[in-house]
């Protein structure tokens, strides 16, 4: 009696193992069917283990909806296989096996033919992006018989701190087509939790396009190149790592390396802000950089194995938050200084470095195995698409940004406009300072050139016919430029008029002049040359400041004194020369010795001496082409019989 017992006892765990190694899905002749038996296991890596001859029956059996390491291989990392007999059903259609996700790769084989890997395997395997979902066509031939099937598993000792390896959920067979559609399911909602951002950093593209916009309509405002720049990069790389992502890329690139590939952007991004904000870029700045590329190197290192998950995501984070800190020092110091723009930056700040912190302590605690939870804090999330704060916080910033560049443009468009105003005016004045058509004399001809180096000139010439057949000439250059310039040309040009009348020496109207000058200017002052030339030949000069005249090709010695404008105590000088037929006095502005070519090179006063018998024009001419820089004025005498002038 007791013989038989032990041998039914016998049979019935004979038979409990043998179950537990095989699993029948042949009832299942449409649909999916779960696998939920056990499955044979062994750690190490031998290509004939994916033999289905290979006698397996000495491994043990571990339970695949859970992990190795709650099954009594805890440190286990590296290379493990699973085995299992699957008896398909009796169909002509088509069948697919589903492994589900496993930590960190896997292929699968049936009866040592290679189905498929999920994740990366080859040449050497990789710590890999996976979809939950799989469809693993297996081969017609094998409908409706047993099969052996057998998973090469390869758990990266890097995730070894928050996860051990193996299968996460019971795997499935059943019909290829509703096995592919749950593929289909799972890649869209991977695709769908990816929205959130991906607005985010559609509204950054349009960020970076218009940032691209101010810089193209002003050149010199490279902090719009830099946010462009920052914007635009940020948004593809964006975009480059969300298909490595859905395309089952590996992670190391998509979390480690990305962090890396954006480091050019970052910097980009303190251009644009310490621009913006028209910061020195001191320690605070370049703390900024450092910080940033520490971070991101301990990220990327410790997914590469050189130190621990947590580790390297906690360096990060603690790097991350310094960076928001020296931002934020830096957006409080313009805000000091007074600055608008400052005001609307600061908010979003702060809220995007807090919200770094706080996804990152997160990261820190599920690399530690501490929480289940990677994702980032959710705002929303109706299990598909989700909104982190981050992603709020982030878009707050960028509506910051935009505002101040709408604010500021609109303030630029406003300048321009009152500038441009300024100049037409500046320009109607400026055409007082010189006169359209010059005046005719018997005993000598006058012709002259300006060129302004900018719209609005500061020279100025003026030619009085007097009544003893004399001329008053007068040539200066006020301070400055622009229609404060012309204002105070203007105010001399009246004074001239006005003083033409009463016959004065060239060293009295200076002296009139400069009393006028001192007590209405406003810091400026102005260079200035008088001179009254006789029908006979007689010139009397006096000079304020002025560049001294040539004649036939050799500077007069002219006495200079102070500028107009300066102080009411000074004193001028005239000295009497005589012009003979044929003769040339040449006055100039400092605008020709002071050109200056693309080496650097002045024009210099040999230069000058050298052209000053030439015609105004040729002179003028000779100064632009050399490289204009500052007005360029000639106004040139010739004095001959008036028969040879009229001839």
């Known amino acids: 009696m007791r013989k038989p017992l032990l041998l039914a006892l016998l049979a019935t765990v004979l038979a409990a193992v043998l179950r537990a190694q095989s699993f029948d899905a042949s009832q299942w002749t449409q649909g999916v069917a779960t696998i939920d038996s ?4 062994h750690p190490g890596d031998n290509a004939a283990w994916a033999s289905p001859s290979f006698d397996d029956s000495s491994w043990p059996l571990l339970a695949t909806g859970q992990r190795w390491g709650s099954q009594g291989y805890p ?18 259609q088509p069948l697919a096996i589903d492994i589900g996700h496993i930590n960190s790769a896997a292929e699968i084989y049936a009866d040592g033919r290679l189905l498929g890997e999920n994740g990366i395997m080859r040449p050497r395997p990789d710590w890999s992006e996976q979809n939950d979902d799989n469809a693993f066509p297996l081969p017609l031939a094998c409908n409706g018989r047993w099969v052996e099937i057998a998973v090469r598993v390869w758990k990266s000792p890097v995730a070894s701190s928050y996860s051990s390896g193996g299968f996460g959920k019971h795997p499935a067979v059943g019909s290829l087509p509703l096995l592919q559609a749950s593929r289909r399911m799972a890649f869209a909602e991977s695709a769908a939790s990816l929205l959130s951002p991906a607005i985010v950093h559609l509204l950054t593209l349009v960020l ?41 890329g590996s992670v190391t690139f998509a979390v480690g390396d990305q962090e890396l590939l954006q480091q050019p952007f970052y910097l980009a991004q303190n251009l644009f802000l310490w621009g913006f904000l ?41 790097a991350y938050t310094l ?39 997160r990261q820190a605690i599920f690399w530690a195995g501490h929480s289940q939870a990677r994702d980032s804090f959710n705002l929303w999330s109706n299990g598909v698409v989700a909104v982190s704060w981050n992603d709020l916080f982030d878009a707050l ?85 622009g229609l404060k310039a012309a204002m105070t040309g203007a105010l001399i040009l009246g004074a001239l008029r006005s003083l033409a009348q009463e016959s004065l020496s060239p060293s009295q109207m200076l002296s009139r002049l400069n009393a006028q000058l001192a007590t209405s200017s406003d810091g400026g002052f102005v260079t200035c040359l ?32 102070l500028p107009l404008g300066i102080t009411r105590d000074a004193d001028y000088v005239e000295i009497t020369l005589r012009l003979n037929p044929g003769d040339t006095l040449t006055f100039l502005s400092d605008g020709i010795v002071e050109a200056r070519n693309a080496r650097g090179g002045l024009f210099g006063f040999d230069r000058t001496r050298e052209i000053s018998g030439k015609s105004a024009e040729e002179i003028a001419q000779a100064a632009q082409q050399f490289g204009q820089e500052d007005d360029i004025t000639v106004l040139t005498l010739h004095c001959a019989p008036a028969e040879v002038l009229h001839a």
């Not at 699973?82 to 398909?88: A, S």
């Not at 916009?213 to 975009?239: C, D, K, P």
């Not at 005719?440 to 009544?467: H, N």
Request: with cysteine; net charge positive.
């Open 397 to 481: 910033n960028l509506a910051a940004i935009a505002m101040a560049l709408i604010l500021r443009f609109t303030h630029s468009a406003r300048e321009e406009k009152r500038l441009a105003t300024e100049v037409a005016s500046a320009r109607a004045v400026q055409e007082q300072l010189v006169p359209a058509a010059l005046p005719q004399f018997d005993c000598f001809r006058i012709s002259a050139v300006y060129l302004p180096a900018t719209e609005v000139g500061g020279d100025f010439y003026q030619v009085f016919p007097q009544g003893d057949r004399s001329a008053l000439i007068v040539v200066g250059d006020v301070s400055g430029k």
């Open 530 to 561: 008088v001179a009254r030339i006789a029908g006979d030949g007689t010139v009397k000069l006096a000079n304020a400041g002025h560049l001294a005249p040539y004649c036939n090709g050799e500077e007069v010695s002219t006495p200079s004194r």
């Open 208 to 248: 970076g396009c218009f940032s691209l916009g101010l810089f193209l309509l002003n050149r010199r405002s490279t902090e719009y190149a830099w946010g462009a720049l920052w914007a635009i990069g940020s948004a593809a790389l964006f975009v480059l790592v969300a298909v490595v992502e859905l395309r089952q």
């Open 323 to 361: 960076v928001f800190v020296l931002v934020i020092t830096r957006v409080l110091l313009s805000l000091r200084a007074g600055s608008r723009d400052a005001r609307l930056l600061l908010l979003p700040i702060i809220l995007q470095g807090i919200g770094v912190c706080v996804d990152g302590i």
């Open 75 to 92: 440190d286990l990392s590296g290379y493990a296989w699973y085995r299992l007999r699957l008896k398909l059903p009796a169909t002509t």
């Open 38 to 41: 056990l499955w044979r296991f």
């Open 278 to 318: 028209r910061a020195r870029r001191g320690w605070l700045f370049f703390g900024t950089i450092v910080l940033n590329a520490i971070g991101a190197c301990s990220l990327d290192l410790a997914l590469r194995g050189y130190f621990s998950l947590p580790d390297g995501q906690s360096i990060l984070t603690v």
